[in-house]
Structures are given as structure tokens and as C-alpha cells.
């Protein structure tokens, strides 16, 4: 009978840490995502409206496509940005550069390094490199800058450390083994650590943040629909309404 009430308490011990760890596991890919296919979906970087005003808000970037006569199906903030809202490190919308390459040192995320550049080319392919390893040979259609890289060459960036009580919300952006490219914004505060680790565990060779607390998410298909916030850079998928 004490073999049997000790077996029995062991199993119930086993379930319970098995239950701990799948919860623990859970809190680490608790994100918000979404998969673009850059050769079929309409993904553009959005900074300022047709006046030359800068939209800031997902609410007012979703008014912007509507006026197109669009849907808007997903939208996030797209790197960081300075008091004013303008870029803080490169911005190029549709094949111009708005503003230049920033490898400049500095504190804070952005200056983390190596930080680096996601960009779409004239081909539809999306590419994430370290800042130091961008070359603009005139075929992106748009690019933006942030910082730090999340992921480099499959590896979780060396300076994010397992466990950290430095929590955030996080979003961020990479590169499926697939070709094509993951958002997430994880869903409450989270570390460097696990953040990377979500892009990691899909096949990320690379991955960039996009930025922490004021990141905000648009999500149609979820029905998760934060239009608040203000930001520089946007970063939205769209669809051509229907003509009836």
C-alpha cells in the first residue's frame, strides 16, 4: 500500500511540474502574429498621408487605405522613431530613401548592437541583415531600420539574458525558413530572451525588434484591433476592395 501511495504521489508530481513547464513554455510564444507572403500580399511601409501629414496612428492609417478603397488587414508600428515621428534610422518608400542609413553609436535599443534593417525588394523578397551588411544596389522598395537584431544567423542575440526581469510588450519581425516574414507583438510584457526565443523556434535565421511599450498590433482576421497609439513608421498589409 506505501508503494502504491508513493507511486501515486509521484505521478501527481510529475503531472504537476509537466503542467508548470508547458505553462512556462506557454509565456513564451504568448504573442499575437501573423505571416505575410511578400510575393502574393500587398505589404507596404507607411510614414506620411497624400498632404504630406504623418499618420502616426493605426486608426489614422486605416482611414488612409480605406480613402484608396482598401481594407486594411494588418497593420504594426515599423521601427523606431525620433520626437517628432520622423524615422530614427533608415526609412525608403517605394524605392526612395527618405532618410539615410544611422550607424551612428548611441543608448538605448536602437543603438544595441548589431542592429539592423528589414527591407522588401523590387521582387517581392524580404530580407532582414545586420545595419553593417546593408547594401542599397537600388532595388528595395522599402526598408526600415531598427534595433537590436533578435535573432542573427539563427543564433538569439548574445546580450538577451535567460530569466531577465527586464520585461516588456515586444514586437518584432523575421524571416520564415519559407521566405516569408512573421510579425509578433507579444501579447503581455515579456524579456529579450523569450521574445527571441519565439522567432528561434519557427526557423528564424534572422530577426529584428521593432520596438517595446508602445507597439500596437492590427489585426482583422483576430479581430484584434488596437487603432490607438502613435508612431513613425507603419507597416501594413492591404486588400483592394471588391467593385460592386
Known sequence: MKRVKLLLSALILVAALAAFTFHQQQDTIDVISYTV????????????????????????????????????????NG??????????????Q???????????????????????????????????CKTEDFINNGNIKFATQSGPMIIVNNQIHPSFIKGSKNLNIRNGVGILPNKKIIFAMSEKEVNFFDF???????????????????????????????????????IGVTEKNEVK
Open 79 to 92: 521601427g523606431m522613431y525620433k520626437e517628432d515621428r520622423s524615422p530614427l534610422g533608415l526609412f525608403i
Open 94 to 128: 517605394n524605392g526612395k530613401t527618405v532618410t539615410p542609413l544611422n550607424k551612428a553609436k548611441g543608448q538605448g535599443n536602437f543603438y544595441m548592437q548589431p542592429n539592423g534593417v528589414f527591407y522588401i525588394t523590387n521582387d517581392n523578397e524580404a530580407v532582414i
Open 37 to 76: 507572403d511578400p510575393q502574393k500580399d500587398n505589404l507596404q511601409f507607411y510614414w506620411k498621408n497624400d498632404n504630406g501629414e504623418i499618420l502616426k496612428s493605426i486608426k489614422k492609417l486605416k482611414a488612409y487605405v480605406e480613402s484608396k478603397g482598401s481594407t486594411l488587414l494588418f497593420a504594426t
Open 196 to 234: 527571441a526565443l519565439y522567432f528561434q523556434n519557427l526557423g528564424c535565421e534572422n530577426a529584428l525588434y521593432l520596438d517595446g511599450f508602445v507597439s500596437r498590433s492590427y489585426l482583422l482576421e483576430k479581430k484584434w484591433l488596437q487603432t490607438d497609439g502613435e508612431f513613425g513608421v507603419m
